[in-house]
T-cell receptor, first 114, second 113 residues
Framework: DAGVIQSPRHEVTEMGQEVTLRCKPI?????LFWYRQTMMRGLELLIY????????DSGMPEDRFSAKMPNASFSTLKIQPSEPRDSAVYFC????????????FGSGTRLTVV | AQSVTQLGSHVSVSEGALVLLRCNYS??????LFWYVQYPNQGLQLLLK????ATLVKGINGFEAEFKKSETSFHLTKPSAHMSDAAEYFC???????????WGAGTKLIIKP
């Protein structure tokens, strides 16, 4: 099992550009979570999906952020337009509720908006 | 609403000394409890979890945690610290009816040589 795979690992972009972060969850996991981590705010839940359906997106900071999960093996988090305050590490995590809980995290995407 | 409190944003111990990281939760019903570790520039890794079996839970890398319902605590311990234990540790809780984790603020463990 390759674990949760995120791409890219690092992204540097200019303010105003569109950014797309990608995540491949562990096969068979029915939950997928997107988190953002910064020094100031710590770990924040942005949105999560159950069986590809968005359940709670109350953590999405603004309309500039959107997330999709078109199938069980792929999800994207898009920021359009990006701003310097979006600079953070974005983590994707997946989980199987039937398997005694706990999530598996990807290695994260470090986003820098200049 | 559920909340998780980790006492101390930074904890410093000498190599070979006992590690104790504190976590308290607020819940009237025993929840599921987790400890995760984050090494620099990496994602979070599950250390151990309590899901209603034995109250003393053993995890990876020699860590263990004890669920104490009367104290609403789930403190993480390790008898002898190694330099490789330097990382940030997060306590998290979920209600049995809800798969969403509520996170503590994290504790950075510093190991002194």
């Amino acid at each position: 099992d390759a674990g949760v795979i995120q791409s890219p690992r690092h992204e540097v972009t200019e303010m105003g550009q569109e950014v797309t972060l990608r995540c491949k969850p562990i096969s068979g996991h029915d939950y997928l979570f997107w988190y953002r981590q910064t020094m100031m705010r710590g770990l924040e839940l942005l949105i999560y999906f159950n069986n590809n359906v968005p359940i709670d997106d109350s953590g999405m900071p603004e309309d500039r952020f959107s997330a999709k999960m078109p199938n069980a093996s792929f999800s994207t988090l898009k920021i359009q337009p990006s701003e310097p305050r979006d600079s953070a590490v974005y983590f994707c995590a997946s989980g199987d509720r039937r398997a005694n809980y706990g999530y598996t995290f990807g290695s994260g995407t470090r986003l820098t908006v200049v | 609403a559920q909340s998780v409190t980790q006492l101390g944003s930074h904890v410093s111990v000498s190599e070979g000394a006992l590690v104790l990281l504190r976590c308290n939760y607020s819940s009237s019903v025993p929840p599921y409890l987790f400890w995760y570790v984050q090494y620099p520039n990496q994602g979070l890794q599950l250390l151990l979890k309590y899901t209603s079996a034995a109250t003393l839970v053993k995890g990876i890398n020699g860590f263990e945690a004890e669920f104490k319902k009367s104290e609403t605590s789930f403190h993480l311990t390790k008898p002898s610290a190694h330099m490789s234990d330097a990382a940030e540790y997060f306590c998290a809780v979920s209600e049995r009816s809800n798969y969403q984790l509520i996170w503590g603020a994290g504790t950075k463990l510093i190991i002194k040589p």
